[in-house]
């Protein structure tokens, strides 16, 4: 029997340093021309806070029942994420989770380690397929997924090379492409170098499984590699991007970004060494091609994206309807329409995500939600999000701009003739002040616009995704429709 030795046990302090404390080893984060340690810089510490308190739900005795489920075999709580649904009601137990998580966040946090432990899960539960590719495959993979979840490890998914020069058809010249490659093998293990992006929360994270989203021919199958890569690896190096979170102290003025800023970086590898056990696939393009269309890890994963997405939505919504209510624009028709549109983006979601969970299917023994309702729910999302921020605009127009410059302003001087002015129809001028800043920082602020680019693009390109939806469709009754009108056989 294993003992429970989760990042939080196994660091020796306090409990509520023992996430912070699993992060203080050594990880190189450049933010700013500087190496920064992430548990101490202002720049992290809120949504590091934010993290924490969500970790911690497994080890609280009343939480961990609703986002946990009891191991026997480890005698400890283990997040959800990690639960192989092997019926209907697995599937929905996992929903239920998500749902928990994503609303402690307002679905503002994409990737709080829940898509990336689905992944792993669906890759996990997947892993005798890949026997075929690669024989040990299969332990390698375990031996991690045991280690992830018995450990409750934050995990992040990294797949993509740089964005340096997209015409280039080939990927055969790796340098100037800054693909991530293999330079030095050993009995121990193999060296990397090159580049990776989006690490998204990479920052926070325990390991990063690493592998190429792009087509690798035979020929280029020294870049075809599936990884597991401690974020603590000596010569891997984080950049940041501008932080775009706020201070704590201003939570206020800035609700969201002081506390859901996941931070996103571009990963270095500068000559970074893997053990072989974490190398799960080693110059094998098959198995990689495989891998990033694995219809239970995909399923999975994509199933937590949507539920997030729903909450993220509904939170707009919310916002939405309460500036219509503050200005006193909720009785104009064409407001009513747009919040009427937010209602109808809500219930389409909802409804993929009730459909793909009733018409799942078994495959492999692993109960999978419908893949088809589920990406055209991703795929609406990189539409519905942008159309909802538009719609906040619209509605709340130049009242964006006519909020003093924080709510502290009301306890200066000025802040009599504040109240007196800057009131909503029915609210206080403070309350309608907090709105706004709300509102703002969700459309305005420069953590807003990250968001709005998130929903466009995290699930890939969407001209790419909406043209495979044709691509895979089965077209053959189309046919038969019309058929008799064009006197075919
Ligand atoms: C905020 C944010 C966070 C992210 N987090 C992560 C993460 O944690 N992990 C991760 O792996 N990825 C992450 N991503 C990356 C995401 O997967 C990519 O942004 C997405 O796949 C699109 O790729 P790209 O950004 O490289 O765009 P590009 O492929 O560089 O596209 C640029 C332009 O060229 C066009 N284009 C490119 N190729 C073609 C083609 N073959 N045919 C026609 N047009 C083409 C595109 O339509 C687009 O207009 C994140 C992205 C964002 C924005």
């Known amino acids: 029997m294993y003992a429970h030795h989760s990042v939080f046990t196994i660091a020796n302090e306090g409990k509520d340093d023992m ?3 699993s992060l203080k080893d050594g990880r190189s984060v450049w933010l700013n021309g500087r190496q920064v340690d992430i548990t101490q810089d202002p720049h992290f510490v809120g949504t590091l806070q934010t993290i924490e308190s969500l970790f911690y739900m497994l080890e609280n005795d009343q939480e961990q029942k609703e986002i946990g489920y009891f191991d026997k075999e480890y005698q400890c709580w283990i997040h959800k994420s990690f639960l192989i649904p092997r019926s209907k009601d697995d599937l929905i137990e996992r929903r239920k989770t998500f749902q928990l998580w994503t609303k402690e966040t307002d679905g503002m946090m994409s990737r709080l380690s829940d898509y990336a432990r689905s992944r792993l899960t669906g890759w996990y539960a997947n892993r005798e397929f890949y026997r075929q590719y690669d024989q040990e495959f299969p332990e390698k993979i375990s031996s991690y997924f045991h280690k992830a979840r018995k450990e409750n490890r934050f995990i992040s998914v990294v797949q993509r090379d740089l964005q340096i020069d997209r015409s280039i058809k080939s990927i055969g010249d790796k340098e100037k492409l800054g693909l991530l490659s293999i ?26 499984i ?62 970074v ?39 993220k939505l509904d939170f707009v919504a919310a916002i939405a ?4 209510e503050t200005i006193g624009a909720e009785g104009f028709l064409h407001v009513q329409e747009k919040l009427g549109e937010l209602i109808i983006q809500l219930r389409t979601i909802s409804a993929m995500i009730i459909a793909a969970e009733q018409n799942g299917k078994y495959l492999n023994n692993v109960y999978i939600p ?4 589920i990406q055209t729910a991703r795929i609406l ?43 909503g129809k029915n609210t206080s001028a403070l309350e309608r002040t907090k709105l706004f800043k709300l509102a703002w920082d969700l459309i305005g602020s420069p953590f807003g616009s990250r968001h709005e680019l998130y929903e466009r693009f995290y699930s890939g390109d969407p001209i790419l995704q909406t043209a495979d939806q044709w691509k895979r469709y089965d077209k053959k009754h189309w046919k038969e429709y019309l058929a008799s009108y064009l006197n075919r056989e």
């Open 321 to 324: 309807n309460e500036i219509a």
């Open 273 to 311: 060494f893997v053990p072989w056990e974490r190398v799960l696939l080693h110059e094998n393009t098959k198995a990689i091609a495989e891998i990033k269309v694995d219809l239970i890890s995909n399923s999975l994963a994509y199933h937590q994206s949507i539920i997030r997405l729903y909450t």
């Open 19 to 21: 996430f912070k404390n």
């Open 183 to 208: 330079t030095k093998k050993t009995d121990e293990g193999v060296f990397v170098s090159g580049a990776k992006m989006i690490g998204t929360a990479a920052p926070y994270s325990h390991d990063l």
């Open 381 to 423: 999302g990189t539409k519905y999000y942008p159309r909802a921020i538009e719609i906040i605009q619209l509605i709340g127009s130049g009242g964006f701009i006519q909020i003093p410059s924080s709510v502290n302003d009301f306890d200066s001087s000025i802040g009599t003739l504040l109240q007196k002015y800057f009131h």
């Open 210 to 271: 690493i592998y190429p989203l792009s087509t690798i021919k035979e020929e280029n199958k020294s870049l075809a590699h599936m990884l597991i890569v401690a974020a603590d690896s000596p010569g891997l190096h984080m950049v940041c991007r501008e932080p775009f979170s706020a201070d704590k102290e201003k939570e206020e003025d800035y609700p969201l970004s002081s506390k859901f800023d996941e931070m996103d970086t571009v990963l270095i590898f500068d000559n």
């Open 370 to 373: 419908e893949f088809d309702y």
